[in-house]
């Protein structure tokens, strides 16, 4: 009988623990207007680095390191890739990054589940929406968003790793300005 006791006893201190760091995760998304991070990003194994600004709702600029010119940029409607030799452009609803870069949405999944604790360090919140399943990883301690991963549209898993994060920064207004296919 105590046995059970403690064991119902600990589960309990450890979702009053997730609850409280949940509700802190939801309070500092609340008040992040943007954010700026230094990004690793492994898609099927590639490996790349670079830099990245959000301003929600939904606008991304990353440039990526030595990669050819690459960067990636939403203004909330389109998604532009584009390199020197390339340019892809793809309406934002038909990728992850609409769900990801979506602050509102993301509020309302994160207060909907419980989330998982990782290695005693991360609260993950997984969740399906349509054709998506996307994984949301949070510090537990400075409750920041550290990472995500997700199915990307040509069905490759990428997992997103973000550090040295700055938030409510001054951003530019022509930062997420889409680039010309033309300029290089």
Known sequence: ???????????????????EVKEKIIQNLKDTKNLDFKFEQNINGKIENGNCTIEYQKKIF???????????????????????????????KKTALNLILDK????????????????????????????????????????????WQNIDIYQNLVITYLFDLKKNINVTKNQFRLPNPTNN
């Open 1 to 19: 009988m105590l046995r059970y006791f403690l064991i119902f006893f600990l589960f309990m201190c450890t979702s009053i623990s997730n609850a």
């Open 62 to 92: 990353c440039e990526y390191a030595r990669s050819n010119n690459k960067i990636l940029v939403s203004n909330g409607k389109s998604l532009v890739i584009k390199t020197r030799t390339s340019y892809y452009r793809y309406p934002l």
């Open 104 to 147: 509102n949405f993301l509020l309302e999944k994160i207060k909907k589940s419980d989330g998982d604790i990782i290695d005693e360090k991360y609260l993950r919140f997984k969740f399906v929406e349509g054709d998506y399943q996307i994984n949301i990883f949070f510090d537990i301690f400075s409750y920041n968003i550290i990472g």
